[in-house]
């Protein structure tokens, strides 16, 4: 963790167990760093939270939401929220721009896509997030600066869409949001290998 590619390797490269590992499954010892990113996205891939209530009711079963979800679920639709926040995952598919009809103030120094393409274009251009279990993750957007579902909810179709909802649609909305809520997978923690002579050691934060 808050380490550059270069150390990451260069600390996994002098730990035995794991370069026995990378040698088993790249069939090499030299560990890069797109073999560390494969094999992280390996396990992410496995960190899937099916079974939520909407999945019940997508599966047929009529009462696994309530009037009030099913019409958040349509105002998510009616609203454009959908156009964005789509497929298996609620989104996480593509990058859109914060603040496409009304600007985002914030103070937080993130510029979006910007930092990687160079291009002016992508500036406060983020990767549209997954809404599956989002009543979980807060504080909200990429500088954290909603801490509810209602705030953020509010926030998102007045800068993205250029709506307001009213305290009834807000409600509505939120409550559908949290039926995206799914059966959080059971992680074993694995025992990690041990150090090598040549690992360097911590270098605590200034």
């Not at 599966?59 to 454009?80: I, N, V």
């Not at 909810?153 to 039926?179: E, H, I, Y």
Request: hydrophobic content about 35%; aromatic content about 10%.
């Amino acid at each position: 963790m808050a380490s550059n590619h270069e150390l990451a390797v260069e600390i996994l490269q002098t730990i035995p167990g794991y370069v026995s590992e990378f040698q088993f499954v790249f069939d090499s010892s030299h560990i890069n760093i797109n073999m560390v990113t494969e094999s992280i996205a390996e396990f992410e891939r496995t960190l899937v939270t099916p079974n939520s209530r909407f999945d019940q009711w997508l599966l047929g079963d009529k009462d696994a939401l309530t009037d009030q979800e099913k019409d958040g679920y349509r105002l998510f639709k009616l609203t454009g929220c959908a156009g964005c926040h789509n497929g298996p995952a609620e989104g996480g598919q593509a990058y859109q721009k914060m603040g496409s009809f009304n600007s985002y103030d914030t103070t937080h120094p993130s510029i979006g896509r910007q930092a990687v393409t160079g291009s002016r274009s992508d500036r406060m251009r983020f990767k549209v997030p997954t809404l599956r279990n989002i009543e979980l993750t807060y504080p909200y957007f990429h500088d954290g600066q909603a801490r509810t579902l209602e705030e953020a909810v509010d926030t998102m179709v007045w800068v993205q869409l250029n709506r307001k909802f009213s305290p009834t649609g807000n409600a509505k909305a939120v409550s559908f949001l949290k039926t995206l809520t799914g059966d959080l997978p059971q992680i074993i923690l694995p025992i990690l290998p041990p150090s090598g002579p040549d690992t360097p050691s911590p270098q605590p934060f200034e």
